[in-house]
């Protein structure tokens, strides 16, 4: 994250904490001690403050560091750091372990996307979310709320992190709730657009609704999805692949809960103890070579895995992206449980 310029020791001197402002182009100066635990901050406000006061550039900045900061730990995700920015009107957060020990550093222009990407991303916004009734009686399914943010803005969130700065939502089933809350996308750092569906168009319907192809390859999403899949690695791997689509995917394990027993006839041959099987299940995640979206029928529902079945039968190479980061489908109930914290709740 590129913190290690911006850390000076405990007994540096206000000139040292400009030149590591300097060099590290950051906003923050990170006072560390010598176990490499973080004992306070100094900002440039913070230093010209002290001159004024009558401090020197060779003063000690024991006197004008920060011993009260805001931090966070490794485990804090980018949606939660960026509210925790804006509550505290700051842009800059250490990222301390257990020791405190400075390992990070939060920088809102990362967290938001430093470089452009140029691919767009699609995400599918339209669903009506039966199995999540009540909860989506009054409000469209990708706006459920996961820890006070809806997931739908946690995914356009993550996108953003990753330098897509032009988003598409289908939308359909009350599909206005979700243009009230995003708008043109400008808090949140990108531009969005809506591909709205006069009927449900399925999982890749609402692709025939782009105003125009893209140039590159398309990015598209689930909106029920809680994962924070490494979308550079994503693209990266489809084009070494040459792929003309790439599916994400995750493991999926089933555990039979009972002894099962292998028979011969009336012999007993074998017996297992609750045994697994793993497969490979689709992540509702995928990459598009530009060229696919003109094979979406225009206004029919259309699943997207057609799509992909067509690539197949046309000997066309389809990618498979393993997801190794947290992935949750919050469209059924008890994941959803699952991501709220409350799956062992009465």
């Known amino acids: 994250m590129g913190f290690e310029s911006g850390k000076i020791g405990r007994g540096g001197t206000i000139r040292e904490a400009l030149h590591s402002l300097e060099k590290s182009a950051l906003e923050i100066v990170l006072v560390v001690d010598e176990r490499e635990k973080l004992i306070g901050v100094l900002t440039d406000g913070d230093i010209r403050r002290a001159l004024l006061s009558g401090s020197t550039l060779d003063s000690a900045i024991q006197g004008t560091m920060q011993r ?5 730990g490794p485990g804090m995700g980018r949606a939660e750091v960026l509210d925790l920015m804006r509550a505290r009107s700051i842009s800059q957060i250490p990222i ?11 920088a809102m222009h990362e967290i938001l996307g430093a470089v452009e990407r140029p691919n767009w991303a699609v995400v599918m916004a339209g669903g009506r979310g039966e199995r999540l009734r009540p909860l989506t009686d009054d409000l469209p399914k990708p706006m459920v709320k996961v820890a006070g943010r809806p997931i739908l803005e946690r995914i356009v969130l993550h996108l953003v992190g990753f330098g897509i700065r032009r988003v598409f939502l289908s939308v359909n089933y009350k599909g206005e709730v979700i243009e009230r809350h995003f708008g043109d996308g400008a808090s949140l750092g990108c531009r969005i657009e809506y591909l709205r569906e006069g009927k449900p168009l399925g999982t890749g319907g609402a692709l025939s609704l782009l105003p125009e192809l893209p140039a590159d390859p398309l990015l ?3 909106g029920d999805l809680l994962t924070h899949v490494n979308i550079e690695g994503l693209l990266a791997f489809h084009d070494r692949g040459g792929f003309a689509a ?14 099962v027993v292998e028979r011969n006839g009336d012999r007993i ?4 103890e609750k045994p697994s099987q793993t497969w490979l299940a689709n992540a509702g995640i995928y990459v598009l070579k530009p060229g696919l979206v003109e094979r979406v029928p225009r206004d029919k529902s259309f699943p997207l895995p057609a799509l992909l079945d067509e ?9 498979a992206f393993p997801v190794e980061e947290e992935w949750i489908d919050v469209g059924h109930p008890r994941e959803l449980l699952r991501a709220r914290g409350e799956e062992n709740k009465p």
């Not at 994400?248 to 555990?255: K, L, R, S």
């Not at 041959?269 to 297992?272: A, D, E, F, I, K």
């Open 311 to 319: 690539c197949l039968d046309r000997g066309e190479a389809v990618g």
């Open 220 to 222: 598209v999403l689930n």
């Open 246 to 259: 790439t599916v994400a995917v995750h493991e999926y394990v089933h555990t039979v809960p009972y002894g």
């Open 96 to 106: 301390l372990d257990a020791e405190g020990r400075l390992i990070g550093l939060h």
């Open 68 to 72: 009260e900061f805001t931090f966070v």
């Open 269 to 272: 041959t074998g017996m297992r």
